[in-house]
């Protein structure tokens, strides 16, 4: 039997390349140069980094590539959590929890609970309740597991009500091997009555839209002890401009000013 015939690729091939002529005139050569060496078969790792830069800069020149190897891609045993947690294929909140995770390591010192507005699944809850479990506190979940509350005008047209919807059942299966939580069903505010005597290290509020981020910050934040951690989920994303509104109207007349993080998330810590 005769081997099948190798493939031809020119087809494909060419128009790549126009397009990458015509997307990055005075850059193309490099372009394609990187390209070809991240596709030969004994590249090395960082060769086929440049050639995914190469691409992206031609395709999506918006998107800016950050350093090659950070070590935060190597924590074997983060990625295997998060990897419980996604939807096929899609890392795009890597960073993210990442970051959270590693804000957390700055409350574990402190006094009082942690919260959490707008849970989904949980795998956010997951790191609350996993960095806190061997102290004597809760973490408590706030949530409707009716996805958002209908979007007011100021959080623009990304959103629609319903979405982002979860069972109370996905979280609670998330956290199984967990006991220091305590799961609060409701639009907010209706539920935060309930902690009013608490006193709060960690609050992450993921909550998408201006209303309820602004009804979380008016009463966690004076909840806060002095070191503890505000985060943001939403903050630095287009899709959400009221949750961005909400915080930068609130803050504006705090002592403590929000930190932007290029993950799109801001945080703040309470003096």
């Known amino acids: 039997m005769q081997p099948a015939p190798a493939p031809d690729y020119s087809s494909d091939a060419a128009p790549l390349a126009a397009e990458i002529e015509k997307l990055a005139p005075n850059d193309a050569v490099?372009?394609?140069?990187?390209?070809?060496?991240?596709?030969?078969?004994?590249?090395?790792?960082?060769?086929?980094?440049?050639?995914?830069?190469?691409?992206?800069?031609?395709?999506?020149?918006?998107?800016?590539?950050?350093?090659?190897?950070?070590?935060?891609?190597?924590?074997?045993?983060?990625?295997?959590?998060?990897?419980?947690?996604?939807?096929?294929?899609?890392?795009?909140s890597l960073d993210r929890k990442y970051a959270m995770n590693e804000l957390l390591k700055l409350a574990t010192h402190l006094d009082g609970d942690a919260a959490e507005c707008g849970t989904y699944r949980g795998a956010t809850a997951y790191l609350l309740c996993q960095a806190f479990r061997k102290m004597a506190m809760t973490v408590h979940l706030f949530d409707s597991f009716e996805g958002l509350s209908e979007p007011a005008a100021v959080d623009g047209i990304y959103w629609r009500k319903g979405s982002l919807t979860a069972a109370e059942d996905q979280l609670t299966e998330s956290l199984h091997e967990f006991e220091n939580y305590r799961i609060y069903k409701g639009w907010i505010p209706t539920r935060f009555a309930e902690v009013a005597d608490c006193r709060f290290r960690f609050v992450h509020i993921d909550v998408d839209l201006y209303q309820p981020t602004l009804d979380s910050l008016e009463f966690f934040y004076p909840r806060l002890v002095a070191g503890g951690i505000i985060l943001l989920d939403d903050h630095g994303f287009k899709s959400c401009p009221g949750a961005k509104q909400a915080a930068d109207e609130f803050f504006e007349s705090k002592a403590e000013n929000l930190a932007l993080l290029p993950t799109g998330q801001a945080f703040t810590i309470k003096q």
């Open 30 to 92: 490099h372009l394609l140069a990187a390209l070809k060496r991240g596709l030969e078969p004994h590249s090395s790792e960082f060769e086929r980094y440049l050639a995914a830069e190469a691409l992206t800069t031609a395709i999506y020149p918006k998107f800016k590539f950050s350093e090659f190897a950070r070590i935060f891609l190597e924590d074997e045993a983060f990625l295997a959590y998060y990897k419980k947690f996604m939807d096929v294929g899609n890392w795009h």
